[in-house]
DNA sequence: TGACTGACAGATATTGAAATCTGTCAGTCA
DNA sequence: TGACTGACAGATTTCAATATCTGTCAGTCA
C-alpha cells in the first residue's frame, strides 16, 4: 500500500475504495490514511477537509459517467433520433445503477446531496450536450426553431422523474418503460417544425 | 374538549391538530387521545392501528387539496387554456404550501412518505382529470388524436420536476417561472393537431 | 350492553456518557 | 527543507440503559 510518494491521485482511488466498502456513513479520513499507510494528518496535505476529498471523488464519478453521453451529443446521427438515443442512454444508465448495485448508487447520492456546486455543473455540462443537439436539428431543419439553451432545460426537466435519482423509487412500477417512449414522442412532436398555420380559438395568451 | 361522545370524524381534527402541532415525528395516539380527553385505547375502536389514522388524515389533506384542480378540469375553458391553468394552479398550490409553510408540508410529506397506496390513489385521480381536458381538446380539435390516458400519464410525468415534493429543493431556484412557461410551451406544441406531413430522414422506429 | 379505561408486553425512541472523528500544528526524520 | 507524524481540542457518532409508545384485552361503569 506504500508505494512511491503521496499524491492526490493514490488518495483518490483510496477513497474511492474506501468508500465503496464502508458506504458513505462510515467511510472516515483515518480509514483512507490507513488503506494508504499513512496518518490522517497526511491527507490533508492534499485535500482541504473531508468534503473536498468527497467532493473531488464525487467528480471523478461524474466525469466517467459522461463519457458515453458526450460520446452521442458528438455523434453524427440525425438529430431526432440522436436526441432520442442520447435520453435512453441517460436513463438507462441510471438504472443500471440503481438496480444492479444499489448501495453503490446510494453513496453516489450521498455524495451528491452533500455537494451542490459540483452537481450544479454537471447539470450544466448535460444541459449543454443537449443544447448542441437541438442546436444540430435546428440547423438540419429536423426541429423548429426554438432557443436551444431554453429548450434544452425544458427537456431536461420534463425528463427528470426519469433520471433523477431521488425518484428512483418509481423506477420499478409497471409501464414505465412505455411512460418513458410515450413521454420521449410527446416531446420530439412538441420538436417539430413549424407545422401547419396553427389553428386556434384564442391566441394562447 | 371532552364533548359528546367520540366518533371517528373528532377523533381525525384533533388527529389534525396534534399533527400540525407537534409534527409527525412526535405526534403520538395518546398524544391525541390526550387531546380529546379520552385514553388512547378509545381511538384504537376507531383506527386500527396509528399508520390508519394517519392515512386518514392525509385523505382528508389531500380532498381537500384537490377541489380547485378538480373545478377547472371541469370548466368550459378552451382544453389548451385549461390545462395550462391546471398545471399552473397545480404548481403554484405546491409551491405556496412549501414557501408558506414548510413545516406542515414536511407533515404531509412524511404522512405521504408512509401511504403509498393513498397517494397513488391520489396520482390516479390527478391523471383522470388532465384526460378529462385531453378528451375534450381532442373532442374540439383543438389536440391532435391521441390516447388520452396515456398522454395524461406523459404530461404528469413530464411536469413532476415542478410539482413532486421530493424535488421543492429546485422550486426556489433562479429562472424557475420561466423554465415551467417553456415547459407548458413545449409539452402543448406536442399536443397540437397534426402539423403537415412531418419530414423524417428516418421513420422514427 | 357496549363505550370506555388502564395495565401490560413487546417495539420504538430518547438520552447522555464514552468513543471516535475531523482538522490543526509543533515537532521528527530522511 | 519539506513530506510526514501523532497528540490534541472540539465536534460528531455510537451504544446501551431508560423511558415512551403502540396495540390488546379483561374489566368497569353508566
Redesign the interface.
Known amino acids: 500500500m506504500n508505494d512511491s510518494v503521496l499524491t492526490p491521485e493514490r488518495i483518490l482511488a483510496a477513497a474511492e475504495d474506501v468508500l465503496r466498502r464502508y458506504g458513505p456513513g462510515k467511510a472516515t479520513v483515518v480509514d483512507v490514511a490507513q488503506a494508504l499507510g499513512v496518518s490522517h494528518g497526511s491527507v490533508y496535505r492534499h485535500f482541504a477537509s473531508k468534503a473536498a476529498l468527497r467532493e473531488a471523488v464525487l467528480r471523478g464519478w461524474l466525469a466517467r459517467s459522461m463519457a458515453p453521453l458526450q460520446a452521442i451529443a458528438n455523434s453524427r446521427t440525425?438529430p431526432?433520433?440522436r436526441l432520442?438515443q442520447w435520453f435512453s442512454t441517460l436513463r438507462q444508465a441510471k438504472r443500471d445503477n440503481v438496480l444492479g448495485d444499489p448501495e453503490l448508487f446510494a453513496t453516489y447520492s450521498a455524495l451528491a446531496a452533500e455537494a451542490g456546486e459540483a452537481i450544479a455543473e454537471h447539470k450544466a455540462r448535460m444541459q449543454q450536450q443537449i443544447a448542441s443537439i437541438l442546436a444540430a436539428g435546428v440547423a438540419s431543419?429536423?426541429f423548429r426553431a426554438l432557443d436551444p439553451p431554453?429548450?434544452a432545460?425544458?427537456?431536461f426537466?420534463?425528463?427528470?422523474?426519469?433520471h433523477?435519482p431521488?425518484?428512483s423509487h418509481l423506477w420499478n412500477q409497471p409501464g414505465e418503460d412505455?411512460?418513458f417512449a410515450?413521454?420521449l414522442?410527446?416531446?420530439?412532436?412538441?420538436?417539430?417544425?413549424?407545422?401547419?398555420p396553427?389553428?386556434?380559438?384564442?391566441p394562447?395568451?
Open positions: 440525425p431526432p433520433a432520442r431543419g429536423d431554453a429548450a432545460r425544458a427537456l426537466d420534463a425528463t427528470a422523474r426519469f433523477y431521488g425518484l412505455a411512460a410515450q413521454l414522442d410527446l416531446l420530439l412532436a412538441g420538436l417539430a417544425p413549424a407545422p401547419a396553427t389553428r386556434r380559438r384564442k394562447a395568451r
